[in-house]
Nanobody
Framework: QVQLVESGGGLVQAGGSLRLSCAAS????????TGWFRQAPGKEREFVAA????????YYADSVKGRFTISRDNAKNTVYLQLNSLKPEDTAVYYC?????????????????WGQGTQVTVSS
């Protein structure tokens, strides 16, 4: 069993930055790939970024490539998402998920555990 808790969201002006954290319980978390997704009101949950268990490989949605950076610290059981050059269209609830078994990192249905989400609001 894995429990995930996101934090770090908030209100920021366009062009600003935030760092989101996803803290996990359970030693096995460090063996799982982890992804960040976001969901805006009235829209489906969409892929943002993912990182493999070791932190050696990262994947990004085209819409955030070059602006967001995913990283992890397995000693702290935490995955981070650095959000730079934020735009109003980045406004959403951001969720982290643990990818335990199989399936595409880009698909939310492939993730087995989710946190409760953290709100990011970018004002213009």
């Amino acid at each position: 069993q894995v429990q995930l808790v996101e934090s770090g969201g908030g209100l920021v002006q366009a062009g600003g930055s935030l760092r989101l954290s996803c803290a996990a319980s359970g030693r096995t978390f460090r063996t799982y790939a982890t992804g960040w997704f976001r969901q805006a009101p009235g829209k489906e949950r969409e892929f943002v970024a993912a990182i493999n268990w070791s932190g050696g490989t990262a994947y990004y949605a085209d819409s955030v490539k070059g602006r967001f950076t995913i990283s992890r610290d397995n000693a702290k059981n935490t995955v981070y998402l650095q959000l730079n050059s934020l735009k109003p269209e980045d406004t959403a609830v951001y969720y982290c998920g643990a990818h335990v078994y199989s399936g595409s990192y880009y698909y939310p249905g492939s993730y087995d555990y989710w946190g409760q989400g953290t709100q990011v609001t970018v004002s213009s």
